[in-house]
């Protein structure tokens, strides 16, 4: 995770910040707005649309529990719309049905809401750089999940049998958070053709995310975290 210091200053990344409580929402947004973001506030669902109904953000940071309805709904909503839209769940939820459910429906990020105001704002650049930030505590329980999941039967062949050993190298690079030029660097490739290896390997496993993919290689043993 870099610290502010070590960022540049903030282009015009635009956010979209949803969250009900308004003493934290204002200490968030004032975060945000001094690493330089350009911030939209909502305190409801109904608030967040009317933001996004102007156009796409850069990032989408949102609360689960709202009090006109479910986080995860806005999710799925962005995801659907908005294909390019980074989004991560700041929330004091980290149990198993909220997790899942929320990378299942397109979050690339999952932060407790036990991290300062400046770690998120720091972590909202990773997050636009290709990483998929969780909370340590979370990562342990999405390892505690993979690792008590039993072995699938056997069964016809998947078409994730049509993976290949590089997409699988990407694959891991995904897992680990790595950035595209991070993984092309490491893998010897050039930028410019990681992309096409993960639009591969989304169509092969039937996802739309780096955290659906991370999820669905986890779940069919295709890596191990």
Known sequence: ??????????????????????????????????AGYQVKAAGTLAEARACLAQGA?????TDLQLPDGHGVDLIRETRRRFPDTEIMVISILGDEESVISAITVGATGYLLKDAFP?????TVRDLVAGHSPISASIARFIVRRTQSTPEPPPGPALNTTKLTPREIDILWGIAKGFSYAEIASHLGLSRQTVPGHIKNIYRKLEVHTRGEAVFEA?????IKL
Request: hydrophobic share 50%.
């Open 57 to 61: 953000p850069k990032v989408l940071l």
């Open 118 to 122: 400046t770690d998120i704002a720091a």
């Open 1 to 34: 995770m870099n610290s502010l210091s070590e960022a540049p200053k903030a282009e015009a990344i635009t956010v979209v910040l949803l969250e009900d409580d308004a003493p934290t929402l204002w200490r968030l947004q004032d975060a945000l707005t001094k």
């Open 218 to 222: 986890v779940q069919q043993g295709l």
